[in-house]
């Protein structure tokens, strides 16, 4: 099973090896990123299999289910050097090679008949979601390990290369997005893709610490890649004060807190160190 964006349903698909060579337009699967630049407007992928980049422009349209992203705001989002990618891509001209659609190479695990409702997601939407979720991890896991003396496991700091989708009827235990393996302080790690809010998971029927440890912390990744950390006393201390706007969807309830003391604060050195 190999997930295609049901816009480009039709394209021939050709191995890796030809894509400098091609005469029309096709499908190339699994083309890992070394690098990346921008100039005039085109983003530039540098290949690390190949001596050779893909081109698209900055502001080109990737449409994913009901959503679409920008070629540049995907590539900072969702990817990482070393990751696979799915692309269109076009004849070579002058030694690039033009694309018009790219996106993280999805592994699917199990069976989609064991997936429930979550089968019903546009696959390529969700995995984008996810992906810079994933991201947003390994970029403060590696800063807790260079700032701040945490450990983590080795998985955790370095990308796989590619998303995967797990169709399993196995219900997983919750555990925290990070935890140090010295001094087990635990880390949650919510991303912004397109705004600044620091916003919880949070109800009357689920409060804030019913599921989060008053010892803990949140880390915010916003658009522009950096993270920044709140105890989660001081989002508790938030909640009871009232100082939070609540909201919902149709899957979540959240709180966005605010206030004097909501301001960024400096991550815990690990004690162990």
Not at 55 to 84: M, S
């Amino acid at each position: 099973m190999e997930y295609t964006p049901s816009t480009i349903f039709g394209i021939e698909k050709c191995p890796r090896d030809d894509i400098f060579s091609l005469v029309k337009p096709a499908l190339i699967r699994g083309l890992r990123i070394d690098d990346f630049s921008t100039n005039d407007g085109w983003l530039q992928l540098r290949l690390q299999e190949f001596d050779g980049s893909l081109i698209i422009r900055r502001d080109h349209r990737l449409f994913f289910g009901t959503e679409w992203v920008t070629a540049i705001e995907y590539l900072k989002r969702v990817l990482e050097r070393g990751d696979l990618i799915d692309a269109v891509a076009h004849p070579a001209q002058d030694g690039f090679v033009p694309i018009d659609f790219f996106w993280i190479h999805i592994v699917y695990i199990g069976t989609p008949q064991h997936a429930g409702i979550f089968s019903q997601k546009e696959d390529g939407l969700f995995a984008m979601r996810a992906k810079a979720g994933e991201k947003a991890e390994r970029i403060v896991a590696r800063m807790l390990r260079d700032r701040s003396g945490h450990s983590f496991d080795a998985r955790l700091l370095q990308t796989p290369g590619y998303f995967e989708i797990k169709y399993d009827e196995t219900k997983r235990q919750r555990r925290p997005d990070l935890e140090c393996a010295r001094c087990g302080l635990t880390f949650e790690i919510k991303k912004r893709n397109r705004d600044t809010r620091f916003r919880v998971s949070h109800s009357s029927v689920r409060p804030f610490l019913s599921e989060n440890s008053p010892l803990g912390w949140h880390a915010f990744v916003f658009p522009d890649m950096k993270p920044r950390f709140l105890s989660n006393a001081a989002i508790a201390d938030a909640i009871d004060s009232g100082n939070f706007i609540a909201g919902a969807d149709q899957h979540d309830l959240w709180a966005d807190v605010h206030g004097d003391k909501i301001k960024e604060m400096q991550p815990p050195t690990c004690t162990a160190v």
